[in-house]
């Protein structure tokens, strides 16, 4: 099936772990004049745009509670919206006290405000009537805008008001501690304001703690590759490449998305490899007097180094040396050119470029690269990483030559790949027969499956095409191409679904998600989205799942929505290898077995096969409705949560 061409039944989507009223539909008689502080309640992945909540709201006096399901060691986000017709918002804060349960509480400490920022040109590819950077601080005065109508890859938004509203969401994100006490928590949020607010407004905030412990990020089974930019974070935030600051920004984003499990580095030792746009490379060349090269591995020493001390060993780290050839038509086979080294001249410190050896696998190329690789080799073992790095290949679909991958063997006998390609691929031919180069972490876009096998079940066991996968040492994922896209304006629901449906379809993850491809003006002062390849890279995916704050990069309500979705999945396999390994049986791996079936169900049941027709053709469309996948959708992942506590428990013996 074709995701990316789901239609959704409602304009603005909601979720249904919070009690409170859609406010999609909720609208109250405007004012000419400034207007009082209003407070509605939203659910936690509604999808917010402007002109969405305006006028007064008549349930001020009687909010509904935040609602939030979550695991010990989890992360749990819910949100509520603030405005003011015609007026400004000043000075508008909000707080949150202990959240208190019958056998303990969680500390304040643990409880984060935050409040969403509108999208807006050169500071996220999202449309510019949705909310997006999750800001730690608010500007002291939040200015009324008036929304207008937007339209862009034919689609059309249009505000439910346009009056000059100013909106913003304020969002609590938990972090629940990995020796909580699993039961029902309470708390308040209280938001106040300077001006236009006879009084604070609070807002009941619930938790149920169920006692799984979610796995730390570094321990996910669920992959997401996150794809981070060196360069696009340096142009974007004007600082030097490589200087002190340029490796704190990129500690940051380091930091963030190790949240979602992401411990991918890429290393550039080619200039301009695809869907990198790179300028710069960690690794230069330094011609000798005789002629030959010795290594600059400076950068790449210290970006190693930044690393391991922010997510410790990485998987994959990726090696960017020789790009596939234009296989879509541009006539390219295995003598093209295919990388493009920089030389640092010793003396004069003058950068200038080298053309590598074209014709791939021949004994030039192997002679001008091997000296190199042999070199990295040492680095890789002495940090003990060889066995997580990958040389990659990227095009639009196969391209390996035997000759290469014999090439790489001859040098690297126990070297690996990493695949970025259409098809699924798992390994290359070599020159001799029966030896395969061993492809690790690989991203298919036509290969990522589907949800076929579940939809035409009749009887016998539910399928479960995520048996038997999922393995510590690879990451066989999909691209998701265009299916979460910041120009497809995807809802807040497609990123909290997308690994779930991954999974479902027996993917490890996701691959090509954008972490920090941040906008920046090229030579004609445009914001320009050029991260792509062979129609594949983050610009296919989402470039940026961050956002660039005044200091560096910060959370998104997309990037939180996903990471909900990622400890979803969690509890899935953690139940199911459970399973597989024996570790339960009886009525409990029966009990089991169940909870994922009626899991998977819940999720495939809100899935549709829909024919259309063009012209003379009938053509099949894959459709989701979010009222169908919200029918019972809390108590879906209580049940998994609380069922992946039982199998925990009863794996301790307790």
């Known amino acids: 099936m074709s995701e990316h061409m789901l239609t959704f039944r409602k304009s603005i989507v909601a979720g249904v772990l919070s009690a409170g009223i859609c ?18 309640n939203c659910t936690p992945w509604q999808t917010v745009a402007r002109g969405d909540f305006h006028g007064v709201n008549p349930d001020l006096k009687a909010l509904k509670p935040i609602r939030m399901i979550s695991t010990r060691n989890g992360v749990v986000s819910g949100f509520v919206v603030v405005t003011r017709d015609q007026g400004p918002l000043v000075e508008l804060k909000a707080t949150v006290g202990d959240l208190v349960g019958g056998k303990g509480k969680i500390a304040a400490s643990n409880v984060q405000i935050r409040f969403a920022d509108r999208a807006c040109g050169g500071k996220s590819w999202m449309p510019i009537h949705r909310f997006d950077c999750l800001l730690e601080k608010l500007p002291a005065k939040v200015a009324p805008e008036k929304p207008v109508n937007t339209r862009a890859f034919k689609r059309r938004f249009t505000p439910k008001s346009t009056q000059p509203v100013a909106t913003v969401p304020v969002w609590v994100t938990v972090r629940v501690p990995e020796d909580a006490v699993s039961g029902d928590y309470t708390g308040t949020l209280t938001i106040m304001a300077n001006e ?109 180094d930044l690393a391991a001390e922010k997510i410790g060993k990485p998987f994959p780290l990726r090696l960017n040396l020789w790009r596939g050839p234009r296989n879509g038509g541009g006539g390219e086979t295995d003598d093209y050119p295919n990388a493009t080294v920089l030389v640092l001249d010793p003396k004069t410190k003058e950068v200038t470029k080298l053309a590598a050896p074209n014709k791939l696998g021949s004994e030039e190329m192997k002679a001008f690269w091997k000296p190199f690789m042999d070199q990295l080799r040492v680095r890789l073992d002495k940090r003990g990483w060889f066995d997580v790095t990958g040389i990659n290949w990227m095009c639009y679909c196969g391209g390996m030559t035997k000759p290469l991958a014999s090439m790489v063997r001859s040098i690297w006998p126990d070297g690996k790949w990493t695949d970025v390609t259409h098809s699924r691929v798992r390994r290359y031919k070599t020159m001799e027969k029966g030896v395969f180069a061993p492809v690790f972490v690989q991203s298919t876009v036509w290969n990522g499956g589907s949800l076929d096998r579940y939809m035409k079940w009749k009887s016998g066991p539910y399928p479960r095409e995520y048996a038997g996968k999922l393995e510590p040492g690879t990451a066989w994922c999909t691209h998701a191409r265009n299916q979460y896209r910041e120009d497809y304006w995807p809802s807040l629901w497609t990123h909290r679904t997308r690994h779930e449906l991954a999974i479902l379809k027996g993917n490890d993850g996701l691959e090509c998600v954008g972490a920090d491809h941040f906008p920046s003006k090229d030579s004609r002062g445009r914001y320009s989205r050029n991260w792509g390849a062979y129609a594949q890279g983050p610009n296919n995916g989402a470039a940026a799942l961050l956002a660039p704050g005044n200091d560096g990069p910060l959370g998104t309500q997309r990037f939180e929505a996903m990471r909900e979705g990622i400890q979803v999945c969690e509890a899935m396999i953690f139940i199911q290898k459970a399973l597989e390994e024996k570790e339960i049986d009886g009525d409990l791996a029966v009990r089991a ?46 049940a998994l949560f609380e069922m992946a506590a039982e199998v925990q428990r009863a794996m301790q013996g307790t």
């Open 23 to 40: 406010a999609c539909s909720a609208s109250g008689a405007t004012t000419a004049t400034p207007g009082m502080v209003q407070v509605w």
């Open 196 to 304: 236009a607010m006879e009084a604070p407004v609070s807002i009941p905030v619930q938790l149920k703690v169920h006692g799984f412990r979610m796995p730390d990020p570094r321990e996910f089974r669920v992959r997401t590759i996150g794809w981070m930019n060196p360069e696009a974070l340096a142009k974007h935030y004007k600082v030097d490449f490589w200087s002190d600051r340029h490796f704190e920004l990129m500690g940051q984003s380091m930091d963030r998305m190790l949240e979602l499990g992401s411990r991918h580095i890429a290393i550039d030792v080619a200039r301009d490899y695809p869907a990198r746009q790179n300028r710069d490379t960690m690794v230069k060349w330094v011609k000798q007097q005789d002629g030959t090269y010795k290594y600059d591995f400076t950068v790449f020493d210290r970006y190693c």
């Open 593 to 638: 077995n169940k909870v994922l079936d009626d899991h998977a169900k819940g999720v495939v049941g809100s899935w549709s096969i829909k024919l259309e027709q063009r012209g003379k053709r009938t053509r099949k469309r894959a459709v989701w409705s979010l009222d169908k996948y919200l029918e019972g959708f809390a108590e879906r992942e209580s």
